[in-house]
């Protein structure tokens, strides 16, 4: 009876925790949220999807400028049709999947660390994980890596409780084992086959590492088999049905050649996602790197073997990919907040050096951040250009010194450990909202918006005018002039698409738009760049009229 009392106080402590920490999560992530224009090509592009799909109709098959486009499937695509249906487009609302699902990794963490460890391990992974930098970045673009890294983490802390910690699921087992097999199949749907490959290879190493091959037979769970059936196949099977050429541009070029071949144009260097953690884990790379030393020290611990297995089969699966992308290293951050929440609770209450060390490696980390910053400043200024961008990144680098000393407080007074670590926790917030700003003027200097100037050819546009980008694809333009447009003298990623345009206005030579330019009765409207404006009027004599112009773009009408 008394087991029975305290498990239900533990259920409530949980739902009253997770709810605590679910407010407070949105509040956090949702931190001006909408304060930049969606940035060029991979914001424009996940949004002109599913912005097409609602205006035609048509939710089976992805297009992107009205042309098929199969590189991803279509999960992602029709969470932001719902969202377009409810509230249209605009900043906030095309963000608020990417927002929703950063709260739910964070809040997937603290159930984990909550069931197996402590709510103090829970808390404080989930807290690790939200405030560093690569996690809240990316909860602010609308890209698919994120979700389906939650996804995908989904399935793995499913197998994580199922099979390695078993104890902590006796009653639920089989649906968790479901709900491995759900989250996998949903991971597919987001961004292809590695929603599987990933979760069953971490299985796999860790079964291989810990000789549990008898695992395999619960595993291969038939419910569990036919739920990933049933939420993987419709989409696929229809598309196959629909498209001929859908599975092999899907399946080999997308999947099987993006990996083993360089035709994305993505190689880099089999170390290129090291400095990548490096940086994208601060402010807790120190202790992160403490707590991995820890985890190998306790190699022998089950759950140990399926955490590393986690972080260094995924890591080392993206290295010796030809294909590398920031975003790809992000399925490995839960498991590493984890560890790291982990060792650092420990280290809380005891004589343990992991926190002196902990603390020393982020001291001299965030000491040579800020020399780097000092020998830095004006090339970040040159690259920022304004003067409060140059002002944040100031605050940034202070914030790094109070950081020092707030660590080297707790370092020398044991009992105010836990309260040094709360303010850290602070400061590494008011860090993660300082990039945000920062974020802003970069990308208007980097991937500036064609916002002002869509705006400005809707106001003059009739229906029957024509509207064109030369000699590139923006791809927020259109989602801004709420409309598909004709390109000239480009192709880019509408290659596989364009081999079945039967619009003779959608992709055009040059030569053949500078004739439609001259002779044809209708409106002609055209963005391009500022460079490109000097480039074609220094070489031709073109009837036009300037319509609207920023430093960065033109557009210009033919009469």
Known sequence: MQSEESESKKKNRLWCLLASLAAVLCIFFSFEIGNRHFADPDEGRYVEIPREMVVTGDFLTPKLNGLKYFEKPPLFYWMQAAVIKIFGINEISMRLWSMIFAVLGCLGLFFVGFRCYSAEIGLLSATILATNILY?????????????????SGALWCFFLAFVRENSVEKYRKLTIILMYAFSALACLTKGLIGAILPGMVAFI?????????KIKEILHIPGILT?????????????????????????????????????????????????????????????????????????????????????????????????????????????ALITGITLGESLDSESKNFKIGVLSSVILFAIAFVAYLFARSE?????????????????????????????????????RTGAIFAYIFIAAN?????????????????????????????????????FCYKRYYQDFPVYLNSTVGVVDFVGELEFGARDNRDVNKLMTENDFWKLWETTNKRVFLLLSSEHFCEVFATRKLQHRILDFNKYFVVIMNR
């Open 380 to 416: 970040i200024a040159d690259i920022l250009k304004n003067a409060d961008a140059v002002l944040a990144v100031s605050v940034f680098a202070a914030l790094l010194v109070i950081a020092i000393a707030v660590l080297l407080f707790g370092l020398y007074r044991e009992k105010s």
């Open 206 to 214: 860790w079964m291989l590492c810990t000789k549990n091959w008898l």
């Open 136 to 152: 809240y970045a990316h909860s602010r673009l609308i890209i698919l890596d994120l979700v389906a890294s939650v996804l995908m």
């Open 228 to 336: 990933f059936l049933a939420i993987f196949l419709p989409w696929h099977v229809a598309m196959a049905l629909r498209h001929g050429d859908f599975l092999h541009f899907y399946f080999v070029t997308e999947h099987f050649l993006r990996y083993t071949s360089k035709i994305h144009n993505r190689y880099q260097p089999v170390w290129f996602f090291i400095p990548i953690l490096f940086v994208g884990l601060l402010p807790w790379t120190g202790f992160s790197l403490v707590a991995l030393k820890n985890s190998f020290q306790k190699i022998k611990s089950s759950e140990n073997v399926f955490l590393l297995s986690w972080i260094i089969g995924v890591l080392l699966f993206f290295s010796f990919s030809n294909s590398k992308l920031i975003p790809y290293i992000l399925p490995i951050l839960p498991p590493l």
């Open 431 to 467: 860090m993660m909202w300082l990039i945000n700003k920062a974020a802003v003027f970069y990308q208007e200097i980097k991937k500036p918006s064609t916002k002002t100037l869509a705006e400005a050819i809707s106001m003059n546009r009739n229906p029957d005018d024509l509207v």
